[in-house]
C-alpha cells in the first residue's frame, strides 16, 4: 500500500518499533533472486490467509479493534510480525477503513461494523526480511447495489490491470487497464495514493498508478519484480481529506470508496499473485 508513502511524506512520525520491520531507505527498482521470491511467497501466504479468515468471519456488530487484535494473533501464529504495526507510527496491524473512509483507518475497540457497512481491510505480514501486502473489500450483511457495484468494479479493475503484468510490459499498461475499466463503469480512480514495488521493504519502486499520466515514470516490467497492484475507486469525485488523526483518508464529498490489493510477482508471460486467497 503506497497509501502510506505519500501520506507520511507530510507527516512527522517516529520510527518501527523494535518488534516490527525497519524501515529502510528506497534502493530504486529491485529484480528479486529465487531465494527472495520463495520468502515473499510465504509472506503473502501469511497475509492471503489471515484475510481469507477475517473475510469469512466479518459479521455486523463486531468492531475493527477485534478484527485488529484477530489479524495481529494469527500473522504472529504463522511466524511472521505485521508490517503495519508501527511502520511510521502507525498503531494497528490492519487498516480497517468503512464506507467513505478511502485507508488508513485505524482500528478501535469502540468502532462497530453495521449491516450495509462497506468495509476495506489491509494487511501486510514481514516474514524473514520481506513483506507480503493485500486488501479486501467486504460487503457486510445487506449492502447498498451501489456499494456492491463498486467493490466489484474495484476487483475487476485489480483483475484488469494484473491481465498487463508481463516482462516488456509497462507501468502505463497497468494503468490504462485498470482506468480505462473504472470509467467505463461511472466511478472515479483515485489519484492521490498509488501501488508500489514491495519486497525487503514495504514501500520501495516504482510507484504502480491507476491511471495515465506523465508525471510518473513509465517503467517496463521485467521478470523477478514484485509489485502491489492496489486500484482504489470513489463513487462520486476522486478527490480525498485526511482527518485530524492524520491518518484516516476519506472522500471529499461523503462517497463510497472501495479497493482490492494484490502482492504479484512478473514473470516472463504474465504474473503470479503471491496473496492469491483461493476465492
Known amino acids: 500500500m503506497n497509501l502510506f508513502a505519500d501520506l507520511l511524506a507530510t507527516t512527522q512520525a517516529p520510527s518501527a518499533t523494535a518488534t516490527g520491520p525497519r524501515i529502510q531507505k528506497r534502493r530504486g527498482v529491485e529484480i528479486k533472486s529465487a531465494r527472495e521470491i520463495k520468502i515473499m511467497r510465504e509472506a503473502s501466504r501469511i497475509v492471503a490467509t489471515v484475510l481469507r479468515e477475517v473475510m469469512s468471519m466479518v459479521e455486523p456488530g463486531q468492531t475493527t479493534g477485534e478484527l485488529d487484535a484477530f489479524a495481529e494473533k494469527r500473522i504472529r501464529e504463522m511466524g511472521a510480525t505485521p508490517s503495519f504495526k508501527g511502520y511510521h507510527g502507525f498503531p494497528a496491524s490492519i487498516c480497517a477503513s468503512i464506507n467513505n473512509e478511502v485507508v488508513h483507518g485505524i482500528p478501535n475497540a469502540k468502532r462497530v461494523i453495521h449491516k ?10 514481514y516474514f524473514e526480511g520481506y513483506h507480503g501486502d493485500s486488501c479486501i473489500t467486504v460487503c457486510v450483511g445487506e449492502s447498498s447495489a451501489e456499494a456492491q457495484t463498486l467493490s466489484r468494479v474495484a476487483q475487476e479493475s485489480l483483475m484488469a490491470g494484473l491481465s498487463q503484468v508481463k516482462a516488456g510490459n509497462t507501468l502505463l499498461d497497468i494503468a490504462g487497464a485498470v482506468e480505462d475499466h473504472v470509467k467505463a463503469n461511472g466511478f472515479s480512480v483515485v489519484e492521490d495514493y498509488t501501488g508500489h514495488g514491495v519486497g525487503r521493504n514495504l514501500h520501495e519502486e516504482p510507484s504502480v498508478f491507476n491511471f495515465r499520466t506523465d508525471e510518473l515514470p513509465n517503467v517496463t516490467l521485467r521478470p523477478g519484480m514484485t509489485l502491489a497492484i492496489e486500484p482504489i475507486l470513489n463513487a462520486g469525485s476522486k478527490t480525498c481529506r485526511t482527518l485530524k488523526d492524520r491518518w ?26 503471491l496473496t492469491d486467497r483461493g476465492d
Open 116 to 125: 450495509g457497512d462497506l468495509l476495506k481491510v489491509d494487511t501486510g505480514a
Open 248 to 273: 484516516t483518508v476519506v472522500t471529499r464529498d461523503g462517497s463510497l470508496s472501495a479497493q482490492w490489493e494484490h502482492t504479484v510477482l512478473v514473470t516472463s508471460d504474465g504474473c503470479e499473485i
